[in-house]
């Protein structure tokens, strides 16, 4: 006996995959049940002798659960209630219908029905202005049946923010799939249906997303379910996403959030061992709440539009001048190049003199100075001469080596790169000739064109705290494998940055000096011996500077390495230290500030948490035509950053 239909027995393309599907998964896994398969086969030649009256419908998935580090849910699924249209049984009727009970202008609903119909008359497709409908809609709906050909309801999850805080540019959010992606994305989407735009739901699309089911309903004469079709026998059962474990301190991400309040920047905060993020701030941002459900349109045309940019990323796509949070990295690659050693000194006289050029330094005359004190102090003078002495190429070397200039493969949305000028670089923006060495003296403090985004800064001050180990920062650190039924570890980039461990210790007692003695006293956290580096870069004549602090955290044994900034908000010290302060108070001690608002009626409701079917070795059985081969399911894999520079730059000038 063939299992396979000869062609032409199933009047369209895809109904016939389907059953090749089922049977084939059947025809594996339960040799012996032949009688079920014959249930099966009957079935659908039934199906095909009742075209009319049998409707196959897919069934929506739950999008997977995403879990903060300590196994908290903070993005769940609520139920909810949809409105679908099926192109081909629509009518005028319906339309008018459908207008008033939704309040919707008729023209609307049928531009989405159109949309629909362009993919699949003949297929029910979500429509916009009926997601998430309330209960007088439903019930409006339900009563007018017999007048609505083409219209019916479906269960359709959303998504729910269990916790008081946004974590905007961290999750993301979803939209409604665009007619463009549509195309590419084959039959796992249909018009109506939602995907991830921008951060984790979208990285990580493919897998929280999940796979549809498949129902067989037997419909009336509108085409609407009046019930189920051979007791649901036929039906393929769906597969929710795929669960995100997070590095996120739930917590530490809500305070965060507070403390920044309406200034424009952001806090990264990184488990410097091994590359997790523990929180993720960009102000100003938008709640992903109401993307989820209705209005997520509108929702989406008030926030593009809103003042400061709330959809822009500034953790990952913001560029800025590091100002003297870069004085580390200048020590470094000084010591590595055996240019300075650990008690060298240096002169200022208050300045700089470079050929015919005299820079300033902000702290007045610092007379002979070594570096430690140099950086505890943040004298310019020091960095001025250490960037003209280390030279063009081992300022671009040693700048690759901590990732600048490159994105750091983080798994959250779009990254931008910064800018590590090189030589090339020079002579093709500024051109050849009309540059000297004298804009390594703006590099060695973190100015002129050296540009850096918060991600980036966060992993080079984890780097420092761990002696030379740079890891790939990352979100998501296990997922929850639906299809596998466990846990896969996210792999990422980790890499011994070749400098000596020696200078890494000797820069980290410098950063230390910073907290005891420096300009960042307020952030010395007694027992915890914490070490950071303010940083106030200028942006442009007349504006105030970009406040910067980094800081790590115990000295010797780093649990925390941390980057906050505010565009124009001033002093390292005043504005970016305090609030880091605030943090790590938060993450060794458990207070939580007085001063800051905790809504303790903050109700965490349960939503609906899937049953988890029971974890076994093997892998579940799928079946069904929105099933995809195991092998395209994405391996837990963190996008590789480039790869630096290894090359040795031509001797350094000294
Ligand atoms: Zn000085």
């Known amino acids: 006996?063939?299992?396979?239909?000869?062609?032409?027995?199933?009047?369209?393309?895809?109904?016939?995959?389907?059953?090749?599907?089922?049977?084939?998964?059947?025809?594996?896994?339960?040799?012996?049940?032949?009688?079920?398969?014959?249930?099966?086969?009957?079935?659908?030649?039934?199906?095909?002798?009742?075209?009319?009256?049998?409707?196959?419908?897919?069934?929506?998935?739950?999008?997977?659960?995403?879990?903060?580090?300590?196994?908290?849910?903070?993005?769940?699924?609520?139920?909810?209630?949809?409105?679908?249209?099926?192109?081909?049984?629509?009518?005028?009727?319906?339309?008018?219908?459908?207008?008033?009970?939704?309040?919707?202008?008729?023209?609307?609903?049928?531009?989405?029905?159109?949309?629909?119909?362009?993919?699949?008359?003949?297929?029910?497709?979500?429509?916009?202005?009926?997601?998430?409908?309330?209960?007088?809609?439903?019930?409006?709906?339900?009563?007018?049946?017999?007048?609505?050909?083409?219209?019916?309801?479906?269960?359709?999850?959303?998504?729910?923010?269990?916790?008081?805080?946004?974590?905007?540019?961290?999750?993301?959010?979803?939209?409604?799939?665009?007619?463009?992606?549509?195309?590419?994305?084959?039959?796992?989407?249909?018009?109506?249906?939602?995907?991830?735009?921008?951060g984790l739901e979208r990285a990580y699309e493919r897998n929280v997303?999940?796979?549809?089911?498949?129902?067989?309903?037997?419909?009336?004469?509108?085409?609407?379910?009046?019930?189920?079709?051979?007791?649901?026998?036929?039906?393929?059962?769906?597969?929710?996403?795929?669960?995100?474990?997070?590095?996120?301190?739930?917590?530490?991400q809500e305070l965060a959030e507070k403390l920044m309040g309406s200034a424009r920047g952001s806090v990264v905060a990184i488990d410097p061992r091994n590359g997790e993020i523990l929180c993720f701030v960009s102000k100003p941002d938008y709640d992903p709440r109401n993307f989820s459900g209705r209005g997520g349109r509108t929702y989406y045309n008030v926030v593009r539009d809103a003042p400061g940019i709330p959809l822009l990323n500034r953790a990952t796509t913001g560029q800025y001048h590091p100002g003297s949070t870069w004085k580390p990295l200048m020590a470094l690659m000084a010591m590595q190049e055996g240019i300075i050693t650990p008690s060298t000194k240096l002169p200022c006289i208050g300045g700089y003199q470079y050929g015919n050029r005299f820079a300033t330094c902000h702290g007045g005359v610092h007379g002979m100075i070594d570096y430690k004190t140099a950086i505890a102090v943040s004298c310019n003078s020091f960095f001025y001469q250490l960037g003209v002495k280390v030279g063009l190429e081992k300022f671009y070397y040693y700048g690759s080596l901590f990732g600048f200039g490159q994105k750091t493969g983080v798994d959250i949305g779009e990254e931008k790169r910064g800018l590590l000028p090189s030589r090339e670089f020079m002579d093709k923006h500024v051109g050849k000739g009309n540059w000297t060495n004298y804009v390594l003296m703006n590099w060695g403090i973190g100015q002129g064109e050296v540009e850096v985004t918060p991600m980036q800064l966060a992993a080079y001050t984890a780097a420092i705290s761990m002696n030379g180990l740079w890891n790939q920062p990352h979100a998501v650190r296990e997922i929850y494998s639906k299809t596998l039924n466990k846990r896969i570890k996210v792999s990422y980039e980790s890499r011994e940055i070749p400098i000596r461990k020696e200078y890494f210790q000797v820069v980290k007692e410098a950063m230390r000096a910073v907290v005891t003695s420096g300009t960042a006293r307020l952030v010395d956290l007694p027992g915890y011996d914490v070490c950071g580096k303010t940083g106030t870069a200028d942006v442009r004549k007349g504006q105030p500077p970009q406040s910067w602090f980094i800081c790590f955290a115990p000295m010797n044994d780093p649990k925390i390495a941390m980057v906050v900034t505010g565009e124009g908000a001033g002093y390292g010290a005043a504005f970016a230290a305090p609030i880091a302060r605030k943090l790590l108070d938060l993450f060794f001690l458990k207070q939580w500030p007085a001063d800051v608002a905790r809504d303790t009626t903050w109700t965490r409701k349960p939503g609906i948490t899937p049953a988890k079917s029971t974890p076994t070795d093997s892998m579940p059985q799928r079946k069904g035509p929105f099933a995809k081969p195991y092998a395209e399911r994405p391996v837990a894999t963190l996008p590789r950053p480039a790869t630096p520079t290894t090359a040795q730059p031509s001797a350094p000038q000294r």
């Open 1 to 198: 006996m063939s299992l396979l239909p000869s062609d032409g027995a199933f009047g369209s393309a895809q109904r016939q995959r389907i059953f090749q599907i089922i049977v084939l998964a059947i025809s594996v896994v339960y040799v012996g049940r032949l009688a079920w398969l014959q249930i099966i086969q009957g079935s659908v030649y039934k199906l095909k002798a009742e075209a009319q009256a049998i409707k196959q419908i897919a069934t929506e998935p739950f999008r997977g659960m995403i879990y903060d580090r300590n196994g908290r849910a903070i993005v769940q699924n609520a139920p909810g209630f949809s409105i679908t249209v099926t192109p081909y049984e629509f009518t005028d009727e319906s339309c008018r219908r459908l207008s008033k009970i939704l309040g919707v202008p008729d023209s609307l609903i049928w531009q989405d029905v159109q949309k629909s119909a362009k993919f699949n008359k003949f297929a029910a497709a979500k429509l916009f202005y009926g997601r998430d409908v309330d209960f007088e809609v439903i019930s409006a709906v339900e009563e007018q049946r017999d007048s609505l050909p083409g219209v019916d309801l479906i269960v359709d999850p959303k998504r729910q923010y269990a916790f008081d805080g946004n974590a905007a540019h961290l999750l993301g959010y979803t939209r409604e799939v665009a007619e463009a992606q549509l195309k590419q994305l084959g039959d796992a989407y249909s018009p109506g249906d939602l995907t991830g735009q921008t």
């Open 209 to 252: 997303r999940g796979i549809k089911g498949l129902q067989y309903v037997a419909v009336n004469k509108n085409g609407q379910r009046v019930a189920s079709f051979n007791d649901g026998k036929s039906d393929v059962a769906g597969l929710e996403g795929d669960d995100l474990h997070l590095g996120i301190d739930t917590d530490l």
